[in-house]
């Protein structure tokens, strides 16, 4: 009969406490990077943005701020929530992520300007993507003009690109609901349509689908009153 040898129990428990312990360092490693990617991801997304709309800043086809205090006091807000997700991000990450761009998009319904609005009067080739980019510009005067950026040290008026994307790209909401509802198109690369980001679902609708398809899009986005409300606004966002 063999001698029971105590000190060799504890050495080989000690030993399978070391594997287990370095298995389950490899699995936390494992996920914590897989964690930063996604948050990554989001960054790299749009999930530093904003969404101001038409009503909160401008008169219905106007690109003049109808209350600049009270525009004012929404783009300081905006910034705010995007300057706390990016902290946000650099805490968890424990890495500060250079930012390109801070982007300024107008948008609009696909509504026509009627021949006898008063901006028709003295610019009668006037439309949606003049409206949406002048409306981006308007804002950022303001920033420039009130120095909105100078208590973020993340952002810089250099960074700021205005654009006006007219009625392309309506309120992401409705088109998820085409596709789902009127297309029967429920997952994209096997993703569920509703856990696809915004960019994601552009880039498939603009490879997949012809320009009357597209069109069909766009007037369903903007078939009553409380979508094309909904579609007309400002999104800030940020370029990584």
Not at 32 to 42: F, R
Not at 79 to 102: A, C, D, G, R, W
Not at 125 to 153: H, T
Not at 185 to 201: A, H, M, P, R
Request: glycine share 2%; proline share 2%; charged share 30%.
């Amino acid at each position: 009969m063999k001698n029971y040898d105590p000190f060799r129990s504890i050495f080989d428990l000690s030993f399978a406490l070391v594997l287990v312990f370095i298995f389950i360092s490899a699995i936390y490693m494992r996920i914590s990077k897989k964690y930063e990617g996604i948050i990554q991801q989001n960054m790299f997304r749009n999930k530093t943005q904003y969404v101001i709309s038409e009503e909160d800043l401008f008169n219905y086809g106007e690109y003049r701020f109808k209350d600049k205090k009270k525009a004012e006091l929404m783009i300081n807000q905006a910034f705010e929530s995007i300057n706390k997700q990016v902290l946000e991000y650099e805490k968890i990450t424990k890495k500060k992520k250079p930012i390109k761009n801070i982007l300024i998009i107008g948008h609009t319904d696909n509504r026509p300007f009627a021949k006898s609005s008063q901006i028709k009067q003295y610019r009668f080739d006037y439309d949606n993507w003049n409206l949406s980019l002048d409306r981006a510009k308007e804002i950022v005067n303001l920033i420039i003009e009130k120095n909105l950026l100078d208590k973020y040290p993340n952002f810089n008026e250099i960074m700021i690109l205005p654009a006006g994307k007219s009625f392309l790209f309506p309120n992401i909401e409705f088109v998820r609901d085409y596709l789902i509802n009127v297309k029967g198109i429920k997952s994209i690369d096997n993703q569920n349509v509703y856990s696809l980001f915004e960019d994601e679902i552009w880039n498939y609708i603009l490879i997949n689908f012809s320009k009357e398809q597209i069109n069909e899009l766009i007037e369903y986005c903007n078939n009553t009153n409380e979508k094309r409300i909904k579609n007309r606004r400002i999104q800030i966002r940020l370029e990584i």
